[in-house]
């Protein structure tokens, strides 16, 4: 599949430019720049992308996407876009095209060739964005023309909303049989303990004058971050206004640390009890599955699935695609959360095995 998106609005070239630099085998050169699956073309008056997957397309236009306040009111805001899409991909047959079209404008069965329109919507209470997708297609292969639209106005925060809803996915499912890249893969965090907690300013001092770990400092928190033993061991450490220090415990494998440098650390931050865990972003995992294979229950909100297994909680918002894995243990035993580690990474490859 190939996603050409023009926009004349250069102005969100640094943000563009920010994204791309974000993705893997990012190169610039000039008015050009590539990452992976996209190129771009970055000029004084138009923003070229080609794109060859539809996630990562959807992630582009989101930006491109400007929300500005309407003239003489101070409560109102509108989007505005400029987009000009067109995606070329292989097609489905065209009589299961047939079904999904608004405007049906030329077809012939025994050709293979299909040509018409449908429009995709996006609404927030009273502010809209809508594509409009003018389809053809012959010899297998799918072109659209997709034009980008808005309606009315709103909030700045249904304005937002509205933006944040945006996806291609309808619209090229219609259309397209390459459905397996209208999804982003989910993005999984580390399994981690995390904690954080308050102490006295001496108290801190002591602590990194006699720290085992690597010391530096971070300029744009103002503070220190301490890379312990171990893959993923760390503590950030901001200063407070009371003189005091905030430190923040991040640690991927607490049984890498010895006993003394826990207890330690323990006894500077008071905690009693930690939690260990991870997120999973962008998880589409359909409602039977959750339910039926991996003993999820619907929850009284109405996007949530929660689920509890091998002392930990999970839980699932259906709309976000958001999971968060969960579960406690007392400071004294963090040295021992190896099998608890385990559990949660084995709980993680039944829910991958899952999704779509």
Known sequence: MKIEIL????DKKSEVMTFLKSLEDFVADGDRASARDVEAEITDSFILLSVTRPWLADQLIKKLFKVRQVPFSTAFYEITADHR???????RPVKEVLSALDVLEHLDLEAGELAGRLETRWTSRDVSIYAQYEIAIQGGVAMARIKMGTHFRESDYHCREAVSMFSLGVGLAAFSTETGELNSPPRVSSVRVEATAGVGGEDFASFLNSCPGTISFLEGLKGYQVDLKGKGNR????NKKDSGAAISVS?????????VLLSSLGALTGIKEVRAGRVIEDLVVSPDDLIKALGFKKERQFT???AKADQMEASYDICTKKME??????????AESRELFSRIENFT???MSFAV
């Open 7 to 10: 926009t004349r609005y250069t």
């Open 85 to 91: 899409i067109i995606a070329t991909c292989r097609a």
């Open 235 to 238: 503590l950030t450490v901001t």
């Open 251 to 259: 640690l991927e494998e607490p049984w890498a640390l010895d006993r």
């Open 304 to 306: 949530a699935f929660s």
């Open 325 to 334: 894995l969960k579960a406690s243990l007392t400071w004294e035993k963090i």
């Open 349 to 351: 490859g039944r829910v």
